[in-house]
């Protein structure tokens, strides 16, 4: 039996933890965080996170092999293992600023660790991270004169939130980083062994620190390219007929390019691929390679772009203002299945129309409470309403902002009988039934596809 610890109570070390909790009954597993409310809330049947499965997990491991904990101290000083997931945002002050991960709460972690072991031990790096960090981090933990080792093992996170526990259950990979010294083929083989409980061996890849710590960025990178580039050509489409999910469908069917991640969008948010996007970005600069910078800063630039297009769109079909109209948004999330509100397209646009001086409404079945606090004293002049029914009563447009399965399935003629006329439809993310829309009554504008409008000919401009 191993003591397993992970630093870091949030939407990664939380799943991840239940998850190796549920596939190993033989190891003792406790997660730590600094946030005392956040562990009562993993030690309540009310999660901090809502992720579709995870409290099935917790219930059948917590108190028999999983803890959550706030005494951070005596559980370093009684791990084996120890796996830090604490958040690594952008940084906001000083060099690098808007582009360079903050370190700060990593590098805490670090000298905690040091300062609270009494035995040598792993450290695993879970938090995303820029390449060679675990070089800084092995100097601070290996700068003891107590005669402790420390191996610090790469080992990024790939889940996507919303199926969280379903990527951990079933991961495409595994990627474990380590030194190539001697005692690091000690420190490899115990982390890919706890893994090999439920994960095929096949699945589980080893590789040089570097080159882990990297992948995961450039894993994010090539993702969100994608998304990006799907998103510049419904641009195009919106200008010419044709439609963006046909060109996805028929370039989707080569399979050289593949079908996933071909979902043109309002944009995409979430608090990984911008963060990420940019800390490559500065990896290239500092590295003294503008033209690589330029090249992946463009996915995030490309992103920006369709989420302020997207308004600029509602307003100019919309009679060129919004200001004074109600317009109710149908998600804060930043995809389905998530409370997570961080970098949410939605909260672009909430942003966007309040400068407008247009009455917001926001709806969302989980993430309200996240939207309200991510949108700070904005919060105030937005409306915050659970009930899509309620939000669109009155509304001048409704819009999708989160792809939740219910938003489909709403009675839209009773939407549409509430609402000013002519009333609007924009869908952000293409999951509406748009002719069935029109011929209620609605002007539906989607994404990368022609309009359809009762304001010209046989509803087509
Ligand atoms: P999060 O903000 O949800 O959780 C981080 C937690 O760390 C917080 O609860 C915070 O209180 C805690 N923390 C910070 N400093 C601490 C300290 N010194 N001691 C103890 N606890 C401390 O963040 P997250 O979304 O779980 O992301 C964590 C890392 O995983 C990031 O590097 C992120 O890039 C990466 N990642 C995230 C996802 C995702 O989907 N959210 C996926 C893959 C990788
Ligand atoms: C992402 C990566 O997928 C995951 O591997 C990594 O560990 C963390 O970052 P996540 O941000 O949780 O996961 O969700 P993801 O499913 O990747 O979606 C990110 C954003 O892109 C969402 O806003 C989503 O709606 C949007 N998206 C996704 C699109 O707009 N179109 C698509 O085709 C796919």
Redesign the pocket.
Known sequence: MSNILCIGAGYVGGPTMAVIAKNCPHHRVTVVDINEAKIAAWNSDDLPIYEPGLLDIVHAARGRNLFFSNEIDRNIAEADIIFVSVNTPTKHFGQGAGKAADLQYWEKTARQILENSSSSKIVVEKSTLPVRTAEAMERILNSNNRGLHFDVISNP??????TAIRDMENPDRVLIGGRETESCHIADPATAEIYANWVPRERILTTNLWSSELSKLV??AF??Q??SS?NAISALCERTEADVSEVARAIGMDSRIGP??????V???????RKDILNLVYLCEYYNLPEVARYWEQVVTMNEYQEKRFVSNMISAMFNSVAGKRVALLGAA??AN?GDTRE??ALEVVRELLDEHALVVLSDPYALENARLDLGALADRVIFEPDPYAAANSAHAIAIMT?WADYAALDYKRIFASMVKPAFVFDG?NILDHRALYEIGFNVYAIGKPSLNHFINNGNC
């Open positions: 996170e790939f889940l996507a939130e919303g894993a994010n993702l969100a994608r998304i799907i996933k991640f071909l979902r043109a969008s944009g995409f948010g979430g608090s990984c691929f930043f995809k998530t949410s397209p792809e993310r």
